[in-house]
């Protein structure tokens, strides 16, 4: 169960450059649900996922995690709890180091780490299935360095390490936006293998309309740091992308200039 | 250059691949450019001098002053992580402090060892020559020095160090926390180069708190010579390339100082070093451009 408690964000408080990214949010998860966030640019998207990973400190309100508040905990520090993967593919992996480096710290991702060696024999065969899944033979490319591979390879590789170990909630901040379209398909869908298999709750931020709708098990809108639509269920299997633009001109009260902004 | 100089050198060369390890891993692990080697390592020196003239065990001094080097590493490191300063900038100020604390360590600016007791004292009395037990005493230092930090590097918190230094945001993701990692990496790239001062101070027979000046650039010229050579993809031979480096960057000095021709004197030494890593350092861009300059004319 995971609660954002009245979040407040402003950004650069008091001085010419201020901005209320987030204006109370209030926002709970059930356990297992599947959550796509939508919203034009500046909706606060992204500032509300990095306010529950941790990259940013809520002005006001509290984020609840399992009945803990973690508001007041450093990124770092809540990773047992907080799953991400970026938007960017270089962002998630480290290109200097090899493959099976970079799940090794993502394997002892909420551990003490210690001076025992990083991989061992052992953690070979446990990178080497997982990547298995993926049908890209990197499960053969473990001492490569994870820079040589494209863009959709690091980010289906960063998914894979996002889930090696437990975790609460699981934050795609548009995973699949630096993508092309069959890249992107690939990792949505393999999104959608991992969270099933594994029963994860799950956050994903998206630009894309028909991402919002076609996937997860709730969509909510942002406008301007607020929660101006939430739907779920029944009433979520019937609409359409048209549907939910309509619904957002309504919400918002007002047309936007450029539909491209959301439809894209 | 006769036998004797060459030894001298390879001497030497082992003794800043010592420093060279230290800079590779506050300057390529970290990507934290850190100038306190300037003043940890006469720290080494003037902790181990006046610890073994005042009658300690010589081992014991050397171990006090990788501590101290240490202590100088943190500092540096919490200056910069704790209150967001430059780290190039936080390394200047404990730098600078450091020059009045190694003057306050010995009491005064130099302090001789000859005729003390060092580490190569008790193979000297069984009547191998000093030459030959500080050479292989020094070289079996480094080989020591340099497993432990590869050994290090592989392990889980060495792994992190390396991740907070390529991608910070990516090592937060997976719980690193890049203040204690810095802390951390410095710590011992400083005691590192604290060890090299102490073993500087015992095989040279001094310590003086001026000797410092340049040790960063040593350092850097042997890390960038090495990796232009070796081409380090892996961290064993990154850690090799340090020493090799060191060596390389040695006799290229002692060649220099000893070709009369050129009219060099001791004194050259810092313009040589500034020179060789200028030099190297614009290799590879100077390669790039002239491959992107044929190309341009090819096309055309």
């Known amino acids: 169960m995971i609660r954002l408690e009245n979040i407040h964000v402003t950004f650069n408080p008091g001085s010419a450059l201020e901005k209320k990214a987030i204006r109370g949010i209030k926002l709970g998860l059930k356990e297992g649900e599947f959550v796509t966030v939508i919203g034009a640019n500046g909706a606060g998207k992204s500032t509300l996922l990095n306010t529950l990973c941790g990259d940013v400190v809520p002005t006001k309100g509290k984020v609840v995690i399992d009945g803990k508040n973690v508001t007041p905990l450093q990124a770092y520090q809540r990773v047992d709890l907080v799953a991400r993967v970026f938007q960017d593919p270089r962002a998630g992996t480290c290109p200097n180091l090899t493959i099976a480096e970079n799940m090794a710290l993502a394997y002892a991702r909420g551990k003490r780490r210690g001076f025992k060696l990083a991989i061992e024999d052992s953690h070979r065969y446990i990178f080497k299935e997982h990547l298995a899944r993926l049908n890209l033979g990197l499960e053969n490319r473990l001492d490569d360095a994870i820079g040589g591979l494209s863009g959709g390879q690091r980010q289906a590789v960063s998914l894979i390490m996002a889930v090696l170990q437990p975790m609460k909630i699981l934050a795609l901040d548009e995973h699949t936006a630096a993508l092309d379209p069959k890249t992107a398909a690939f990792i949505l869908d393999l999104t959608q293998q991992i969270v099933e298999e594994q029963g994860l709750t799950t956050l994903m931020v998206t630009h894309s309309m028909q991402q919002a709708l076609g996937m997860g098990t709730r969509t909510i809108m942002l406008y301007e740091g607020k929660v101006i639509f939430d739907v779920s269920g029944e009433e979520r299997k019937k609409l359409k992308v048209k549907d939910l633009l309509d619904l957002f001109h309504k919400a918002a009260g007002q047309e936007l200039d450029d539909d491209k902004l959301l439809l894209e | 250059m006769n036998l004797y100089q060459f030894f001298g050198a390879l001497e030497l060369g082992f003794l800043?691949?010592?420093?060279?390890?230290?800079?590779?891993?506050?300057?390529?692990?970290?990507?934290?450019?850190?100038?306190?080697?300037?003043?940890?390592?006469?720290?080494?020196?003037?902790?181990?001098?006046?610890?073994?003239?005042?009658?300690?065990?010589?081992?014991?001094?050397?171990?006090?002053?990788?501590?101290?080097?240490?202590?100088?590493?943190?500092?540096?490191?919490?200056?910069?992580?704790?209150?967001?300063?430059?780290?190039?900038?936080?390394?200047?100020?404990?730098?600078?402090?450091?020059?009045?604390?190694?003057?306050?360590?010995?009491?005064?600016?130099?302090?001789?060892?000859?005729?003390?007791?060092?580490?190569?004292?008790?193979?000297?009395?069984?009547?191998?020559?000093s030459g030959t037990v500080t050479i292989t005493v020094m070289f079996l230092l480094v080989l020591l020095v340099l497993y432990g930090v590869h050994r290090f590097l592989s392990s889980e918190m060495g792994l992190a160090m390396r991740a907070t230094g390529a991608n910070d945001k990516m090592a937060a993701a997976q719980g690193v926390s890049k203040k204690k990692l810095t802390i951390m990496g410095l710590s011992i790239s400083n005691g590192l180069v604290a060890l090299a001062g102490a073993l500087f101070a015992q095989s040279q027979g001094f310590a003086d708190v001026t000797m410092g000046v340049g040790t960063i650039i040593i350092g850097l010229a042997?890390?960038?010579?090495?990796?232009?050579?070796?081409?380090?993809?892996?961290?064993?031979?990154?850690?090799?390339?340090?020493?090799?480096?060191?060596?390389?960057?040695r006799l290229t000095i002692t060649l220099a100082l000893n070709a009369t021709f050129l009219g060099l004197q001791a004194s050259d030494l810092n313009l040589i070093t500034a020179l060789l890593v200028g030099i190297a350092m614009m290799t590879p861009r100077l390669r790039s451009k002239l491959v992107d300059f044929k190309a341009r004319r090819g096309a055309a």
């Open chain 2, 16 to 129: 800043y691949g010592l420093v060279a390890m230290g800079v590779w891993l506050s300057f390529r692990i970290l990507d934290f450019p850190d100038l306190t080697v300037d003043g940890s390592f006469p720290m080494g020196a003037a902790i181990c001098a006046i610890f073994i003239v005042s009658g300690v065990d010589p081992w014991i001094a050397t171990a006090a002053a990788i501590i101290g080097g240490m202590i100088a590493g943190l500092t540096t490191a919490w200056i910069s992580v704790r209150f967001n300063i430059l780290h190039l900038l936080a390394s200047i100020l404990t730098m600078t402090a450091l020059y009045s604390i190694n003057l306050r360590i010995m009491g005064r600016p130099n302090i001789g060892l000859l005729g003390e007791d060092t580490i190569f004292t008790p193979l000297e009395n069984l009547g191998i020559p």
């Open chain 2, 222 to 249: 042997a890390v960038i010579v090495g990796e232009a050579i070796l081409n380090p993809r892996i961290i064993v031979t990154a850690l090799f390339a340090c020493i090799l480096g060191s060596i390389l960057y």
